[in-house]
Nanobody
Framework: QVQLVESGGGSVKAGGTLKLSCKAS????????MGWFRQVPGQERAAVAT????????NYVASVKGRFTVTQNSAENTVFLQMSSLKADDAGIYTC??????????????????????WGQGTQVTVS
């Protein structure tokens, strides 16, 4: 199965920009979706952005639309999360995940959390 390793986390000023990377290796099997999740203390982990690695379709939670962008480099088996205009509420542990999708879609809605099966180790993002 696929293994995921994130990188690129760090500390930035509010309004700043940060780019996270997630390198995938191994056989993905049916996990063609890639997603970025955020978790802060006292809250459940929640998806912020996803990409369908087959057709490139992206999906974003409302709070990051227009500020975050998910892209992929298929040749390098890597997905990215470009974060701009960062806010304090964006801080947390960002983890990438691989999932099997739902009806050929890669959703961010909480009710579809069951479809995400492989997880990276996470990378810290701090906004000051």
């Amino acid at each position: 199965q696929v293994q995921l390793v994130e990188s690129g986390g760090g500390s930035v000023k509010a309004g700043g920009t940060l780019k996270l990377s997630c390198k995938a290796s191994g056989d993905p099997y049916s996990n063609y979706c890639m997603g970025w999740f955020r978790q802060v203390p006292g809250q459940e982990r929640a998806a912020v952005a996803t990409i369908n690695t087959v057709d490139g379709t992206t999906n974003y939670v409302a709070s990051v639309k227009g500020r975050f962008t998910v892209t992929q480099n298929s040749a390098e088996n890597t997905v990215f999360l470009q974060m701009s205009s960062l806010k304090a509420d964006d801080a947390g542990i960002y983890t990438c995940a691989a999932g099997r999708g739902v009806l050929d879609k890669c959703p961010v809605a909480r009710i579809f959390d069951y479809s995400w099966t492989i997880w990276g180790q996470g990378t810290q993002v701090t906004v000051s």
